[in-house]
């Protein structure tokens, strides 16, 4: 027999099961604003402190396995800011948002092993005030529709206000505290099943991606035909290649270009601009960009990006991602590309092939010469003499030619193995969302 339903006097809710009720936010946890810290009072071993940005990006229910990785604030802070001190059960909000899809995010501390962790920078911790299951409020709490509560309210333009206010005016669904206790535990089991796949898809997606890159650099460095005669090339991260293969630095393969640097008022309108992120992202330059920026003539011809040109991206704030390339496969008339890339441009598309390139450059193998001679600076920047210096192998023409098709085939292959794997973690992330909004509204009845 069906459960009896009532209306539940909320539009986004409509009909829950007839024994729940509804209360606001405010009757059902206390909240305190989270301790105000500043960088110089952090120390490296103290009391374990969740920040605004810990809570931002994150949409698990415990801390426990990211505690060793938390800022840390003085032992001495527990006797002077206790109302700042979140227990098992506490949930902890951030109180504002750089984007409105932040806003309303929350952290269930769900397990503390009887340690202290303060609520920090930008955060408000809320205590239940009555008998609540907290793991069921940590599911109400992450669900879509709850946050779009809370998003409705806020305030701000660049950066969103999440107050204390806005919090204890939520609407929250309450069912008895036993059937609370049945949907925590359903859903433990139900979404740790969905995680549990998500979880081993991105360790295959990983798996595929490293499979790929081994496809890429055993291919531009020992070629297509097994049976070779092979070489030492006298370069330690390369080892041996074909004896008939040529190494050239690439300063006599073409040249080098830093690109255009504007200031902020003349971006967002004008010509194609090629950004860092189109190279980083990208094995090929994407054939239409959106970054736009008011370039003229001179612009358009000293930075103008052809077919056949490969881009190195030229700074970063680590090391590892210095020298990422992206290889341009159809001119992109008017555009023009960033001051964080440079611009190899070779002399002859007979001498280096474009598809050849657009694999061999972004293989792992040359990275690691750049990160060898690096290793001597402090800032994380590629200059025109170090890319100079870099040893690039060049096989015959047409088996550049063969080798370029021949990954350009397999990894076609095998990003769509990633692509459909990609698809079912974004089912799943649906499914979880949807499971959990139709349980903790009674849409769902567990049995």
């Not at 001495?76 to 001190?85: C, R």
């Not at 949930?91 to 952290?107: A, K, V, Y």
């Not at 003499?385 to 076609?412: R, S």
């Amino acid at each position: 027999m069906a459960r009896a339903m009532k209306d539940s006097g909320i539009e986004w809710i409509g009909d829950i099961p007839a024994d729940w009720g509804v209360k606001k936010l405010k009757y059902i946890l206390g909240l305190n604003t989270g301790l105000s810290i500043t960088k110089a009072e952090l120390v490296e071993n103290g009391v374990d402190c969740v920040n605004y940005g810990d809570i931002h990006s994150k949409y698990t229910f415990d801390i426990v396995s990211s505690r060793d990785n938390l800022p840390k604030v003085p032992v001495e802070f527990i006797d002077t800011n206790p109302s700042a001190i979140a227990s098992e059960g506490d949930f902890i909000f951030c109180d504002t948002s750089e984007d409105i899809e932040g806003s309303g995010n929350c952290l269930f501390i769900r397990e503390s092993n009887n340690k202290p962790i303060f609520a920090g920078s930008h955060t408000i911790l809320g205590r239940p005030l009555i008998n609540v299951n907290s793991t069921y409020l940590g599911y109400l709490l992450k669900s879509p529709d709850i946050k779009s509560q809370i998003q409705k309210r806020v305030v701000g333009i660049k950066v969103y206000s999440i107050t204390q206010k806005i919090l204890k005016s939520i609407s929250l669904i309450l069912p008895p505290v036993d059937e609370q206790q049945e949907i925590a535990q359903y859903l433990d089991d139900k979404v740790g099943q969905i995680d549990s796949i998500i979880e081993k898809t991105k360790s295959s997606i990983d798996e595929y991606k490293s499979y790929k890159q081994s496809i890429i650099t055993e291919t531009v460095t020992k070629g297509l035909d097994p049976t070779v005669t092979m070489k030492d090339s006298g370069i330690e991260w390369i080892g041996d290649i074909p004896e008939h293969w040529d190494i050239i630095k690439i300063r006599y393969l073409g040249t080098l270009q830093n690109g255009i640097s504007k200031s902020s008022s003349y971006f967002g309108s004008g010509y194609p601009f090629v950004s860092y992120g189109d190279v980083y992202k990208n094995y090929e330059l994407p054939k239409s960009v959106e970054g736009l920026v008011e370039s003229n003539e001179f612009d358009k011809s000293n930075y103008s990006v052809e077919y056949g040109d490969v881009f190195f991206t030229r700074t970063s704030e680590t090391i590892d991602e210095i020298g990422f390339t992206a290889t341009c496969m159809h001119t992109m008339n008017d555009a023009v590309f960033a001051g964080f890339l440079i611009r190899f441009r070779p002399f002859d598309s007979k001498l280096l092939n474009p598809l050849y390139s657009k694999y061999y450059f972004r293989s792992d193998m040359h990275r690691r010469f750049f990160v060898k001679e690096m290793n001597l600076v402090t800032r994380a920047s590629l200059s025109q003499e170090l890319l100079k210096k870099l040893p690039v192998l060049v096989p015959p023409h047409n088996e550049q030619i063969a080798i370029g098709k021949f990954i350009e085939e397999t990894c076609q292959t095998i990003d769509q193995l990633i692509t459909k794997k990609q698809q079912l973690i974004t089912e799943l992330k649906a499914y979880k969302k949807s499971l959990i909004y139709e349980v903790v509204t009674g849409k769902k009845e567990v049995k």
